[in-house]
Each structure stands twice: as structure tokens, then as C-alpha cells.
């Protein structure tokens, strides 16, 4: 355990010595911060409207302006930062998990389970994102759930291909082969063996892939197929302001930087990360 | 050569079986019959039925999966519920839209980041070196909607420089409709093919053949541009195509923000009212698509580099 935590503080250092992980890790720390803390930090109730002061600009009051319902700009956009968190970390967590395991298993399981575990990623990979979404919105109707299962389905392929790549380099390493010799379970191998050698790498596609999340549930939000109306969402403020974009031009500057700013954050912190953690991975992709 | 082709098609064609198999079987899994969600709560009994005749939908499953692919194999997409047009008339009268869009963003940005990235790798280390590659990781960050909502706000709402909707008619009307949403989908992609650009330049420029073209005494800039780039340039080809998937959502985006037809119009128009045929043929058209580009893409590859037609 203590080892764990001086390696794990190793990173966190390394990835603050490098300017733009630091900024990323800044940005990152304002986003997060802001998502635990939004019930305390936002001026007025993000979905109480307030028709008297409706389409205001920017003023000392509003921060951002109001919407075309009176509601406080400003207050969204902290609240919407919450519910975009509230998608992609279950969402990116659980592709992980699934992806993982699949992958280990395809890597070192049976032939005939791997061609099908493989066909199986491909498959949902040959369907275009956003195609994706669309239908299964279609079919089961828009809601938070729905946004997370859609994206939790098509990243499943990425970490799984990834984990399976790291078992099959990995399979036939003297530990593993010592372990087997030994009786070891497949279970055993994989969980107790195989993961903590695979799990840095998928950490850091992890981290990468949460601007991708963050950005498909604002887009689906956007074309009003993502969360549903009240809820503050970055995507949601983009929509409302598009539908206005003469009357409130800043409900679009308001959903979108944040949605720029968090990718950035998120990228430069994995970017970051993927150098620290393992360097040899920066001449891939 | 010809064995990894056909091998390679045929997954390309076990993928799609699968693929359009899946969504058949979702669409039917769906809780509530479509027909009176087509039809709305004050049809008649009569009217009911004789729909579900009409689509098939009396049919045990599996008769209905064997109907489909029939149809299919004839080119048959099924019809419009509320116009009655065949599907694959009102796809393909909206796919050229799509495709030109594709075509100008790979365009642009292909053109800007093979030279910004070979040109940062021709002078590694320099300012415009670091300037490039802080670019492109902040531009590779930019989801192509935002930036077209934000070009939009920008460029066409308030300096009104381009036009804010449609798709225009004429060339140049046509082009000049084409600069925002390209620019919107393209941005994210010149970084990104920079960087690839740049780091495999770095590689090819330390390989045999271009010491030996240097020590011929070719000019420098005939070395970089011709015996160099040629070779970094290969990468790009792949990752247009396993990006075909990305550049058809953008496009799904950049179509709804700037009001132009298309595909991603076409799909958005059909599930608010849910038209699932033409649903059901656009998704099926995208992912044909992408499935042989990303199929043609590792064809090109495997031509150029003998190397790629072993690995997986």
C-alpha cells in the first residue's frame, strides 16, 4: 500500500513539472471543484425562472445574462460542469471495466472466443458515434441513462482492443507462465497477475477519452436528445442559445467555452499523464 | 496481396452482417408498436392492421429479418412511412450534401497540417515548432459542433462574412456555404495530422534512403518534400480512414447548426418523428460507409507498405 502511494504520488509530480500538465491538472482541479461545490457556488437556482428579468446581457447581477426564461447563465453553466461529470465518470468507469476484462479474456482465452470477442469490438465500432447515439436515442428515448449507455457502449471497443494488445505481449512472460505452472486460475492470472501491469495504460486512455464523453453529451443534449430540459447541461445551453443566437449570443459563448476548456484540461492532463506513466506510449497513435 | 484483400472485404462484410443484424433486432425489441406510434391514438383497428401488413410486421421475427435482407439484396431500403418514397431515393438525393461537406474539411485540413507538420519536422526544435504543436493539441481539443456553433455566432451572425444556413445553389454560392461548417469540422484535424505528420517525418528522415538521397547531394528541400514526405505521409491515409466515423458525426453537427441538408438532417428530422425506415437506411448507409473506408484505408496501406498486411 505504501509503495502504491509514493508511485502514485511520483505521477502526480511528474505530471506537475510539465507546463502543460500543470495547466491541465488546474483546469481539471477548477472543473472538479466547481461540480462538488456548484450547490454553494452558484448565485441563484440554476432552473428557477425568473420572467421579469428574462434575456438580460452580461451585467454586475447576471455574470453571463439570463436566458429567454429569466434563468441565471452563470448558475448553468457551474450546474451543467456537475452533470457533465455525472455522465462521463460513470460512463468512461464502466467501459473500462467491461472493456478490460473482455479484452483480457480475448487475449488470453481460447482462439475462438477472441475472433469473437473481436468481431464483436469491431462491430460496434463499424457504427459511427454519433449514428449511434442517435438511434438509440431514438428507440429508448432521451435521458441521463441513456446518454451513458450509449457512450459506455461505444468506447467499450477502445479499452478492450488496448487491454487485449497488453495480455497477448504479456502471456506468455515468465511470471505469468511460472503462475500457470503453479495451478494458478484464469481468474487469479488475469485479476491478481495480468491488471496491474495493463490498468496504467488504460488509466490513461481513460483520461483522454472523458473530453470525447464530456463533448457526445453535449452534443446529444444540443440536438435536445441528452438530458432532459430543466437540467442544466453545457449542451443544453448551447441549444437554447442557438435556437436565440441573435437575442443571446452569450448563452452560446457559455456552454461552449466551458466544453473547450474542460477538452483542453483533459487532454493536456493525459497527454501529461501518458508521459509519465509510460513514455514509450508517445510515439503510438 | 489479393488474399489480404478479400480477406479484409470479407470481414468488411461479416462487420456490416452483424451491424445491420443488431439494429434489425433493436428496432423490433423496442417496447411499443410502432404502428400506432406511426399512427397516432385515434386510429381504427382496421387502419392498425392493415399497416402492419403493409410493413410486414404480422411476420414471425425471423421471416421478417429473411424479408429484409431480400429486400436489401435488391437494393430495397423499404418505403418512406408518410411520403411513401423508396428510402434509398431520399438517402442518396441527401448523401452528396454529406459527402461534399466530408470532402471539403479532409481537404483543407489535410493540405494545412501535412505542411505545418512537415514543415515542423523539417526544423525540429525551433519556435515554430513549439508554436505548431501548441497549437495542434489545443485545437485537437475543439469538438467540431462547438466550433461551429461558435464560428457561426462569430462569422456569420455578427461580422456576416458567410452565410449563416443551407447549402447554397451554384458553385460558387455552393462553396462559399461550405467555408463554416468545413473550417468547424477540419479544425481539430489539422493538429492532428500535424503531430502525425511531424513524428513520422522524424522517422523516415533518419532511415537509409534519405541519408542516401542526402548523400547523392540532392538539395535538402527535394529531400524533405519528395523522398520524405512522401513516406510520413502514409499514416495520414489510414487515420482519414478509421476517421471517416468521426468526420460523419461532425458532420451530423455541422449540418444541424448551419441548417444544410444532409445525412445528419435527414437522421435528426426522421427520429423526431419517428420515421425509423429512413432511421433504419441512413444509419445503415453511414455505416456501410465507414466500414469500407476504414476497408480501403487499410487496403491503400497494406499497397504502399508490404509490412501491414501480416499485422492484424
Redesign the interface.
Known amino acids: 500500500m505504501e509503495k502504491s502511494r509514493s508511485e502514485l504520488g511520483q505521477i502526480i509530480v511528474g505530471v506537475a513539472r510539465d507546463p502543460?500538465g500543470l495547466m491541465g491538472l488546474i483546469i481539471v482541479g477548477v472543473i472538479v471543484f466547481c461540480a462538488i461545490f456548484a450547490y454553494w457556488i452558484v448565485p441563484y437556482d440554476p432552473i428557477a425562472m425568473d420572467i421579469k428579468s428574462r434575456m438580460q446581457g452580461p451585467s454586475t447581477a447576471h455574470l453571463l445574462g439570463t436566458d429567454q426564461l429569466g434563468r441565471d447563465t452563470f448558475s448553468r453553466v457551474i450546474a451543467g460542469g456537475q452533470v457533465a461529470l455525472k455522465v462521463a465518470l460513470p460512463a468512461v468507469f464502466g467501459a473500462m471495466a467491461i472493456g478490460l476484462t473482455l479484452g483480457m479474456i480475448a487475449g488470453y482465452g481460447p482462439k475462438w472466443l477472441d475472433n469473437l470477442l473481436m468481431?464483436f469490438f469491431?462491430?460496434i465500432?463499424?457504427?459511427?458515434?454519433?449514428?449511434?447515439a442517435?438511434?438509440?436515442?431514438?428507440?429508448?428515448g432521451p435521458s441521463l441513462q441513456t446518454v451513458v449507455f450509449v457512450v459506455m457502449a461505444t468506447s467499450i471497443p477502445t479499452y478492450g482492443r488496448v487491454a487485449r494488445t497488453q495480455t497477448l505481449t504479456l502471456r506468455n512472460s515468465e511470471f505469468i507462465l511460472a503462475e500457470r505452472s503453479m495451478g494458478a486460475s484464469m481468474a487469479r492470472i488475469l485479476g491478481v497477475h495480468m491488471l496491474p501491469n495493463i490498468i496504467g495504460v488504460l488509466a490513461v486512455l481513460a483520461a483522454m477519452d472523458i473530453?470525447t464523453v464530456i463533448?457526445l453529451e453535449?452534443?446529444l443534449s444540443?440536438?435536445g436528445?441528452g438530458v432532459k430540459p430543466p437540467t442544466p447541461s453545457w449542451g443544453a445551453l448551447?441549444k437554447d442559445?442557438?435556437s436565440l443566437?441573435?437575442q443571446t449570443?452569450w448563452l452560446?459563448?457559455g456552454g461552449?467555452l466551458p466544453?473547450?476548456l474542460a477538452?483542453?484540461g483533459f487532454?493536456?492532463l493525459g497527454?501529461s499523464l501518458r508521459d509519465v506513466v509510460d513514455p514509450k506510449l508517445r510515439?503510438q497513435r | 496481396m489479393l488474399k489480404f484483400a478479400t480477406r479484409r472485404f470479407g470481414l468488411s462484410l461479416l462487420i456490416l452482417f452483424v451491424a445491420v443484424t443488431v439494429m434489425f433486432l433493436m428496432i423490433r425489441a423496442v417496447p411499443g408498436d410502432p404502428v400506432q406510434i406511426m399512427l397516432g391514438p385515434r386510429a381504427t383497428p382496421e387502419l392498425q392492421a392493415q399497416l402492419t401488413a403493409a410493413l410486414g410486421l404480422d411476420q414471425p421475427i425471423w421471416k421478417q429479418l429473411l424479408i429484409f435482407y431480400g429486400n436489401l439484396l435488391q437494393g430495397d431500403l423499404g418505403t418512406d412511412v408518410f411520403s411513401g418514397r423508396a428510402v434509398t431515393d431520399i438517402v442518396f438525393q441527401q448523401l452528396p450534401y454529406t459527402l461534399e461537406l466530408i470532402f471539403a474539411s479532409i481537404l483543407w485540413s489535410a493540405t494545412l497540417g501535412i505542411a505545418l507538420g512537415a514543415y515542423a519536422a523539417a526544423h525540429p526544435n525551433t519556435l515554430i515548432d513549439r508554436i505548431a504543436a501548441a497549437i495542434s493539441v489545443s485545437f485537437v481539443a475543439a469538438p467540431a459542433f462547438v466550433v461551429a456553433l461558435l464560428a457561426l455566432l462569430v462569422f456569420a451572425v455578427h461580422l456576416q462574412w458567410f452565410p449563416a444556413i443551407g447549402a447554397g445553389d451554384g458553385f460558387l454560392d455552393r462553396l462559399d456555404h461550405l467555408v463554416l461548417p468545413a473550417f468547424a469540422i477540419g479544425l481539430s484535424w489539422v493538429g492532428y495530422i500535424a503531430r502525425l505528420v511531424r513524428a513520422s517525418m522524424l522517422e523516415v528522415m533518419g532511415e537509409s534512403h534519405v541519408r542516401t538521397a542526402r548523400a547523392f547531394g540532392i538539395a535538402e528541400r527535394r529531400v524533405v518534400m519528395v523522398y520524405a514526405l512522401r513516406i510520413a505521409i502514409l499514416p495520414v491515409v489510414t487515420v482519414i480512414g478509421v476517421g471517416m466515423g468521426f468526420l460523419l458525426s461532425s458532420a451530423v453537427f455541422a449540418e444541424i447548426v448551419f441548417a444544410r441538408p444532409g445525412l445528419g438532417k435527414l437522421v435528426i428530422d426522421s427520429i423526431t418523428t419517428r420515421n425509423y425506415p429512413i432511421v433504419m437506411g441512413s444509419v445503415l448507409i453511414s455505416t456501410a460507409l465507414f466500414v469500407v473506408s476504414t476497408a480501403l484505408a487499410d487496403l491503400i496501406n497494406a499497397l504502399l507498405d508490404p509490412r501491414a498486411r501480416t499485422s492484424h
Open positions: 502543460l468481431l469491431d462491430t465500432r463499424s457504427f459511427p458515434t454519433v449514428m449511434f442517435l438511434a438509440v436515442v431514438a428507440l429508448i473530453p463533448a453535449a452534443g444540443f440536438l436528445l448551447l442559445g442557438y443566437i441573435r449570443p452560446v459563448v461552449g466544453i473547450i477538452t483542453l487532454t493536456f497527454e510515439k
